[in-house]
């Protein structure tokens, strides 16, 4: 799973550096890591971890809805990961988020962005499993004897 899948890493590590809102969504399991890093004086950065959306425009409406305080989105950033999650962390793109939030200063986001991570790989392996033990699954083809 983790071939080639055309995803230029330098333009993605670009995306993180640069991104006002990273979604990075993981199709394999169907969750979305969204950071926003946007604060205010009452709200530092926001990282969540949800189900992922039709469209931008509905995760868009989505991050407005969870964060009215903020002004509209100028820019949304999404990275279709199609790769194992450890494959951020091999990539170094896991660590370019973790400076990013880092240099903010704000504890509670670096707290919640090593959170997301520890999530993530738990959300992969029980999809993984399930694909092992056929539970939310179903055989298209039957072997026929």
């Known amino acids: 799973m983790d071939e080639d899948y055309g995803l230029d890493m330098q333009d993605v590590l670009t995306s993180v550096d640069k991104a006002e809102v990273l979604s990075i969504f993981f199709p394999t399991f169907r969750k979305s890591l969204i950071v926003d890093t946007r604060t205010n004086e009452s709200q530092g950065p926001m990282i969540r971890i949800m189900p992922m959306v039709a469209s931008p425009q ?3 409406r989505a991050i407005r809805r969870m964060r009215p305080g903020f002004p ?3 820019n949304l950033t999404v990275v279709p990961w199609p790769r194992y999650v450890d494959s951020l962390v091999n990539l ?4 370019r988020i973790v400076d ?3 240099s903010g200063g704000d504890t509670k986001a670096l707290a919640n962005i090593r959170e997301a ?4 790989k738990r959300m992969e392996r029980e999809e993984l499993a399930s694909v092992v033990s056929g539970e939310n699954y179903h055989t298209i083809w039957s072997a026929s004897r």
């Open 58 to 60: 509905e995760r868009m």
């Open 72 to 74: 509209r989105l100028r």
């Open 92 to 95: 170094g793109i896991w660590q």
């Open 100 to 102: 990013r939030m880092e």
């Open 117 to 120: 991570m520890t999530d993530l």
